[in-house]
């Protein structure tokens, strides 16, 4: 073995400088496809060619100082950022999100049930920065990123298509404090501490047009059908959807985390969820599972072993992740896992 690092150290240079070539290391030599025993000197290359097509300067020699090598084919090596990066077409799991918003993830291709049309799918809070639809945070047409800003999108260079619509997302919020309830909210928590419990008080407003969220989700029409794929990044393309069962295995693939797997341990979930300091939504019918994901992962599809949808990942924790039922997504946005 000394032999062949001594070698290997007077010999890399020289062998990574030949046409081709994107790689030297030790390894064990392949011969008829059976790895063997013996180790040898390991060439790595884009693409293996046939030797009447290499440049003799080119052609890695069968041994280096009577040490055998092996030539293998492992492509072209990146940096692997691709899921931040502008990906043409597009495929569901790398970033995007409105021109307005940080970043989350292009979550499937989905087909309008009526016209066949197809359309990106995400998060209300992805593609619609989170509206309620009389807020004016966003409106039909509005561009949309891939990458999302903040992984460098720029309207001018990244447009992938524009907002199509919007599933709202009603709000509460938390009341100014007034002196009254100030004395209120104090004297009730000091009595909670003086009894040990870990619950505090705390006073919110719903205005009467709150209600219970069911989906955080959106669409965004492509500039052109083109523009984006069907085929999930590491996963493949969604065969159709399914209700959730407790104890399902899932996976998602996302923008941050990439794919990861999980568990569902509770169904018919209502949640509140924070959106910010001041603002929180409660969802009701929710999916949740062990800890699946991070910020900039919003928008993912989780699926079962089979590539059938279960939910929309739209909220989460250190501990959990929250995903909408996706037959509530595809319902209310009138769309389809089948193309059309």
């Not at 008829?32 to 009447?52: D, F, H, N, Q, Y």
């Not at 047409?141 to 999108?153: C, E, F, K, S, T």
Request: hydrophobic share 40%; aromatic share 4%; net charge neutral.
């Amino acid at each position: 073995m000394d032999e062949i690092v001594d070698v290997l150290k007077d010999t890399t240079w020289q062998l990574m400088s030949m046409k081709n070539v994107v790689g030297v290391g030790r390894g064990y030599k392949t011969t008829a496809g059976t790895r063997t025993a013996s180790e040898c000197i390991v060439v790595m290359v884009t693409k293996k060619l046939p030797r009447l097509l290499v440049r003799g300067e080119d052609l890695v020699p069968s041994e280096v100082r009577g040490v055998p090598t092996d030539v293998i084919e492992v492509g072209e090596l990146r940096f692997l950022d691709e899921r931040c990066s502008q990906m043409r077409p597009a495929r569901p799991g790398v970033s995007c999100g409105h021109y307005q918003i940080t970043a989350g993830t292009f979550g499937a291709v989905v087909w309008d049930e009526k016209t066949g049309e197809p359309f990106i799918l995400s998060n209300n809070h992805v593609l619609a920065n989170g509206t309620s639809g009389r807020d004016g945070k966003a409106r039909p047409g509005d561009p949309i990123l891939q990458p999302g800003a903040a992984d460098g999108g720029v309207p001018e260079r990244d447009k992938i298509g524009y907002l199509e619509r919007f599933i709202p997302v009603e709000m509460s919020g938390r009341v100014p404090k007034c002196l009254a309830t100030r004395s209120v909210e104090l004297a009730m928590n000091k009595w909670l501490a003086v009894s040990r419990s870990p619950v505090r008080v705390e006073v919110v407003a719903r205005s009467l047009a709150d209600s219970a969220n069911l989906v955080d989700a959106a669409l965004a029409r492509p500039l052109s059908p083109k523009l984006i794929s069907p085929e999930i990044l590491e996963l493949g393309q969604i065969r159709g959807s399914r209700e959730p069962d407790l104890g399902l295995r899932v996976r998602k693939s996302g923008r941050t985390t990439g794919v990861t797997e999980g568990e569902i341990q509770v169904v018919d979930a209502t949640v509140n969820v924070v959106y910010s300091d001041d603002v929180t939504a409660t969802f009701t019918d929710q999916i949740l599972t062990g800890k699946m994901g991070a910020g900039g992962d919003s928008g993912s599809v989780a699926v079962d072993e089979g590539m059938n949808a279960v939910g929309l990942l739209f909220a989460g924790s250190n501990r959990s992740t929250i995903y909408n039922r996706i037959t509530n997504v595809l319902r209310m946005l009138g769309v389809s896992f089948q193309r059309r």
